[in-house]
């Protein structure tokens, strides 16, 4: 555990090793010697204790009552006589702990002092401590500014209004069944609890209203071919409660978790700025609760909004997901992701039929991918090579998978390499998995951002290999984009359909231009050096040959 006051040579643990001398007698038990009946000196060790606290939020408890732990962040302290468990653990097992801690904490300690001696808010709390852990103030920006104003409280809607239990149960289900699997940021038993106690009180506005409105708005979206009219309603009242997150005195993690299928949300079905920002937002919600650090190992900058009523492995979760939505929306749109400063949360264990560790480790791989980084080509090849040792069932995480692969292609292709045809095969061949998972999404009316995303982006990736390998599938990928707009008839889809379609126009016009050269050349051979023609070529009928596209036969493996 980092003490707040590292530079001090007397640090608060110091003082509370004094303060407890006289009056514990655990303490002096500890530091005392005594003869056996053999004569020999023997030095008693301390005793292993946790008090309960502690063992709830699994920290390493120092055996004092009152802890140090409990002084520094005001908690209850008590212990409960219990017998003392037995372990036997092996020497491998103990030193790859010992060694794993030993990194989490060189990891998250490098600028821990640095933050909380820069911190103003927490300086009060570490002087008081010197002078008295009892009585030491906590952290709080007590000189921040003069203090607030008196606002009007604006009243939320009531979710209960919009909603009748029968229908957020039904919503509940699509949502568990088509987002939660590759999410899995909400858990499922808790959910159902909630919405059954929900519509005990119809007037009460709870904390939980904001994930039950994003379970819902994302239960209706997905949902297939109904959508429940109060969608957008639903939608507009989750925004309602969270933006008073932004400037709320308590933050929880229930705000975290709402923030994240917002997120989800505002990614499926609105431009890339409402979506960049809500993923911001998440995760300046997620830092401030201070969900990126361990439990032992949390700053005390994050004590006066910290949330130790989840379990870890929630906590886990949380960030996680809120890290990879982030940063690939980051890296498509082009702008800045947010990197908290001392992250040490660990990875999420799996779970049966959930594949959000899946989904983390793909977003592992992409971290290479960072702007910042000046990787070789041989870096992003050996990226590539671990995006095909993962093996995906899920169609979403699929897209992904193929998404990823077209990226790095993109980023190959900016370091002017000479690409091999190996690497290029590969590509395709990711593409041509893409295109399969977003037809089987689209015929099962689920809205995956990278449904239309995938074929978009792969069609214009087989315009600039250009070679006869890649046109050729361009026949295919354009009938899979025609599919996929059949299926969600939406302006959207339709003007990316359009956009497309004139790049594979102005790419035939560019052949045909270039291959009049070599012509006009054969037939001025004879005739001596004359100077170009000024005449413009003669427009092409591509309307034909897009059409033509419609009865090219699809691959095989086409489904």
């Known amino acids: 555990m980092y003490s707040g006051n590292r530079q001090d040579p007397h640090s608060h643990i110091d003082h509370l090793k004094r303060s407890h001398l006289d009056s514990c007698s655990m303490y002096c038990d500890v530091m005392s010697s005594h003869t056996d009946t053999s004569g020999r000196v023997r030095t008693r060790q301390r ?227 409402a979506s960049w920002m809500a993923s911001y937002s998440t995760m300046h919600i997620i830092e401030a609760i201070g969900d990126h650090q361990d439990p032992e190992l949390a700053s005390l900058v994050y004590s006066d909004t910290a949330d130790i009523s989840f379990n870890e492995e929630t906590r886990r979760r949380l960030f996680w997901v809120a890290t990879v939505l982030n940063s690939w929306i980051s890296y498509e749109y082009d702008r800045s992701r947010v990197t908290p400063r001392g992250v040490s949360c660990k990875l999420p264990l799996p779970r049966k039929d959930d594949f959000t560790t899946d989904l983390i480790n793909l977003y592992q791989i992409s971290e290479g991918l960072d702007p910042d980084r000046d990787n070789k080509a041989s870096a992003f090849e050996e990226a590539l090579t671990r995006v095909e040792g993962l093996t995906l069932s899920h169609d979403a995480l699929i897209l992904s998978q193929s998404n990823l692969a077209l990226t790095i292609y993109r980023r190959l292709r900016i370091l002017s390499v000479n690409i091999s045809n190996d690497v290029l095969a590969r590509v395709m061949r990711f593409g041509n998995q893409g295109l399969e998972a977003a037809t089987r999404l689209a015929e099962d009316r689920c809205p995956w951002w990278h449904v239309v995303n995938l074929p978009f982006q792969f069609i214009c990736i087989l315009l600039t290999i250009d070679t006869r390998e890649s046109l050729s599938h361009i026949g295919s990928a354009l009938c899979s984009f025609r599919a996929i707009t059949r299926h969600y008839n939406t302006p959207t889809i339709h003007t990316a359909l359009e956009t497309i379609e004139s790049l594979v126009c102005l790419f035939q016009t560019k052949k045909e231009r270039d291959s009049i050269i070599p012509r006009d050349s054969l037939q001025q051979r004879d005739e001596g050096p004359t100077e170009p023609s000024s005449t413009t070529p003669q427009a092409l009928d591509v309307t034909s040959w897009l059409g033509a596209t419609e009865n090219l036969s699809l691959p095989d493996n086409f489904d």
Request: net charge neutral; glycine share 4%; charged share 25%.
């Open 47 to 273: 005793a292993k204790r946790a008090c309960e606290m502690c063992k709830v939020r699994k920290r390493k408890c120092d055996g004092h009552e009152p802890c140090t732990c409990c002084i520094r962040y005001e908690y209850q302290c008590s212990f409960k006589p219990s017998a003392r468990e037995k372990m036997t653990v092996s020497k491998s097992s103990k030193l790859s702990c010992e060694l794993d801690a030993q990194r989490l904490s060189d990891r998250a300690g490098a600028n821990q002092a640095h933050m909380e001696a820069n911190s103003g808010t927490a300086f009060p709390h570490l002087l008081g401590m010197k002078m008295n852990p009892q009585s030491a103030p906590k952290v709080h920006g007590f000189s921040w500014n003069l203090g607030p104003r008196d606002e009007p409280l604006e009243p939320s809607t009531n979710m209960t209004d919009l909603i009748s239990r029968e229908e957020m149960e039904a919503l509940a289900n699509h949502y568990l069944e088509k987002i939660h699997p590759v999410y899995g940021v909400v858990d499922s038993e808790d959910l159902r609890q909630r919405i059954e106690h929900r519509w005990h009180d119809l007037t009460v506005v709870a904390s939980y209203d904001s994930i039950l409105c994003g379970v819902a708005a994302l239960g209706s979206l997905y949902s297939g071919h109904t959508q429940h009219p109060k969608e957008s309603a639903l939608v507009q009242c989750a925004k309602e409660q969270l933006e008073t997150t932004k400037t709320s005195k308590t933050i929880i993690l229930h705000h975290a978790s709402a923030w994240i299928l917002r997120t989800i949300y505002l990614r499926s079905t609105d431009c890339p700025h």
